[in-house]
């Protein structure tokens, strides 16, 4: 059966549909299946990164409402062997939270993990997948409000019960100077989560991510995302790579 995490934020934009398709891939890359649910209605971008954008005919709503067979609208990624697509539907829709359990328990024997891109906030996507999740992980930049917002996040997923949640900072540059931050352990202290990845702010993903790309093999981000994919295998690694 699949693992199955969901990645979260207060705040939107902090890279979590970015996150997903790359960790997914990493994970991929490891001779593991993985299944990536984007739940973002209307603001679908996983189709983008993960170069099924014009691939995909059914989306998630049209499985969750029973329009098309789960296998139907799962589309493998041309970018990463292995990272298997479900994207978010382009306009509205509504995410029952039965209906994403039954969905993920009809898939989990056919992967090894099942990874569910939120929306940011609390809302229907973050409370559906919250059902279907022992692990979540918030994808949060290094800025005083999505700190802030994690916390908020962090907190009502600890409250639900949600075993395990962990914390990855994404965008990070080179200096926090001028970013309303002091260091990454205020990040820490602050969310109160496990810290399981420092993703810098890397020209290559924004590039890839652009472009429908690749991400190049051995930049530094993809060096991260490796480490993040063995942390996430039970694997002791070191946290951050420069
Ligand atoms: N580590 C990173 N370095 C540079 N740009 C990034 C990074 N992570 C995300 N981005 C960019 O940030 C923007 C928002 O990312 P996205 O994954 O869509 O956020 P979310 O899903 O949280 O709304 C995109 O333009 C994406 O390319
Ligand atoms: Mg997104």
Redo the contacts with the bound molecule.
């Keep these: 059966m699949a693992e199955i995490i969901m990645l979260a934020?207060g705040k939107?934009?902090?890279?979590?549909?970015?996150?997903?398709v790359l960790l997914g891939a990493a994970l991929a890359a490891r001779t593991l299946r993985v299944l990536l649910v984007e739940l973002?209605s209307g603001?679908r971008?996983v189709d983008v990164?993960a170069g099924v954008c014009g691939k995909t005919v059914y989306d998630v709503e049209d499985v969750l409402c029973g329009r098309c067979s789960p296998e139907k609208a799962v589309v493998e990624s041309p970018l990463y062997k292995d990272l298997f697509i479900i994207s978010a539907p382009y306009s509205g829709g509504h995410i029952s939270a039965p209906a994403l359990r039954a969905f993920v328990e009809k898939l989990s024997p056919a992967f090894d993990f099942i990874l569910i891109?939120t929306a940011?906030g609390m809302g229907a996507p973050f409370e559906a997948a919250r059902d279907v999740c022992a692990q979540a992980i918030l994808?949060l930049t290094p800025d005083p409000v999505a700190i802030r917002d994690g916390r908020i996040v962090a907190d009502a997923l600890y409250e639900s019960g949600c075993p395990r949640t962990r914390l990855l900072l994404?965008?990070v540059p080179r200096s926090l100077e001028g970013t309303g931050v002091a260091d990454l352990d205020e990040c820490i202290d602050v969310v109160g989560a496990q810290l399981l990845g420092v993703?810098?702010?890397?020209?290559q993903?924004?590039r890839a991510?652009?472009s429908s790309a690749r991400l190049e093999k051995d930049c530094t981000?993809a060096r991260v995302f490796a480490a993040v994919a063995r942390r996430l295998c039970g694997q002791d690694t070191p946290l951050v790579i420069t």
Excluded: F, Q
Aim: hydrophobic fraction near 40%.
């Design positions: 934020s939107g934009g902090t890279g979590k549909s970015t996150v997903s973002d603001l971008s990164i891109d940011a994808v994404n965008r993703v810098p702010e890397s020209a993903i924004m991510a652009a981000a």
